[in-house]
């Protein structure tokens, strides 16, 4: 959908479809309409902890056409009516006045597993608060060294104070990446077990893994642990070994069906329990409409992790940035010397997997390389006559790059003072 209607999809919109397969059964052509009222925050960490942190806070509404061979929604149309005031929207409304929104999607067909999120910010669209747990996220292993890899994630959530007595549910989530590129799937994922933990209620499918539970049978202090095995296959146009880290969601929030929770219809509108919004949803057939209400819905988001890729043509390497130290500090372009670069990779990988002979700095190739002993760091000499010809300068940028055994290609740069 958000390709068709230049929709750029909230990350929150991925929890509508927990919600919705998690309350109804599915039948006919079920489609889910909810509102949000969100609190979130994201990092790019494997970590949260119960620290101060500032989230961005918005409203949501979203359509989700639940995968169930039902059929289309056909030319929707999402109307708001609001005594709030918005300053900015994803995507912008079609039609807007004093307290109403409406975004028309006409000669637009929503498919299934397709979603239609619209979010409004206020003025002050920020909190800062304390997410009331510490959560954690491991990997293993972290790459891809295979053509096909199982990784096992793990995830622990201490609960460190009370939540909101009016909370009402709590979820753990595990989804898996992807690594595309220019519309191709480089790596291809799938959640192939998932391990129960004792209280909680587990559900998945390939791309997902859930665990739930009522917020007041958490125990504070206690230390639980949620494990899942992804399968992972990368292409035959995806060279080396990339990192490959699902997501991780926890969110806690207040959340309402309305009674009747289904309406066979063209429309229905969902309104919040505050009344400050009420959000229409219309299309030119009848659908399965299943109508949820969420109020005050916490996310924390661990994103996920994957490698950079090298730009086209096929085949795609894995790019990995290094760390490099260039030695002297100060070159003189006339001398026939040599220089040095130390070379350091990121973790999980190791710089006595690069291929010397591939090395190259600024024209010059490298000319011998050693492991410096106890460090993960590669020691490469270039002679200075094999420079490309380079303007002196007070500093002067020099790039190394090379491949490692595997065909990942590894970059990084140093600057200097080059003199004549």
């Known amino acids: 959908m958000k390709k068709k ?96 929104y409406k975004w028309d999607f006409t000669g637009i067909n929503v498919e299934e597993s397709e979603m239609v999120p619209i979010s409004g910010y206020e003025e002050n669209n920020t909190l800062i608060m304390r997410p009331r747990f510490n959560v954690s996220r491991s990997v293993e292993p972290k790459i891809l060294a295979d053509d096909t890899t199982q990784q096992i994630v793990t995830v622990t959530l201490k609960l460190e104070e009370e939540l909101p007595e009016d909370m009402n549910s709590f979820w753990i989530d595990i989804g898996s990446p992807s690594i595309a590129y220019l519309g191709a799937d480089l790596v291809e994922s799938s959640f192939i077990s998932q391990v129960p933990v004792a209280g909680w209620n587990a559900s998945n499918n390939l791309f997902q893994c859930q665990w739930n539970i009522d917020p007041k049978n958490i125990e504070i202090g206690k230390t639980y642990t949620f494990m899942a095995t992804l399968e992972s296959t990368k292409s035959v146009d995806l060279v080396g070994s990339p990192i490959f880290t699902p997501s991780v969601w926890v969110f806690y929030g207040k959340w309402h069906q309305p009674n009747p929770s289904v309406v066979t219809s063209n429309s229905v509108t969902v309104s919040d329990l505050n009344g400050h919004l009420s959000a229409t949803f219309t299309a030119d057939n009848i659908v399965d409409w299943n109508l949820l209400f969420t109020d005050s819905l916490y996310i924390f988001r661990l994103l996920p992790v994957v490698s950079q890729i090298t730009p086209p043509p096929p085949p795609f390497h894995v790019l990995i940035p290094a760390d490099v130290t260039i030695k002297p500090e100060t070159l003189n372009t006339k001398s026939n010397g040599k220089f040095t670069a130390f070379v350091q990779l990121p973790e999980p990988y190791d710089a006595a997997d690069i291929d010397v002979s591939t090395v190259t700095c600024e024209g010059a190739s490298a000319i011998k390389g050693t492991i410096v002993k106890g460090f993960h760091v590669l020691k490469l000499k270039f002679n200075r006559q094999d420079l490309n010809e380079i303007e002196p300068g007070e500093s002067i940028e020099f790039t190394v790059t090379g491949n490692l055994e595997d065909g990942s290609i590894f970059e990084g740069k140093d600057s200097i003072r080059v003199n004549k």
């Open 5 to 100: 209607c230049s929709i750029t999809v909230m990350v929150i919109s991925f929890i509508f479809a927990i919600y919705g397969a998690s309350i109804a059964v599915v039948q006919g052509n079920t489609v889910n309409v909810q509102i949000e009222h969100d609190y979130n925050y994201n990092t790019s960490e494997d970590f949260i902890n119960n620290e101060p942190l500032i989230l961005s806070v918005y409203w949501l509404t979203n359509l989700f056409n639940r995968p169930n061979d039902g059929g289309l929604v056909v030319n929707p149309v999402i109307e708001w009516q609001t005594d709030l005031n918005f300053d900015l929207f994803n995507p912008e409304p079609t039609t807007s006045s004093d307290g109403y």
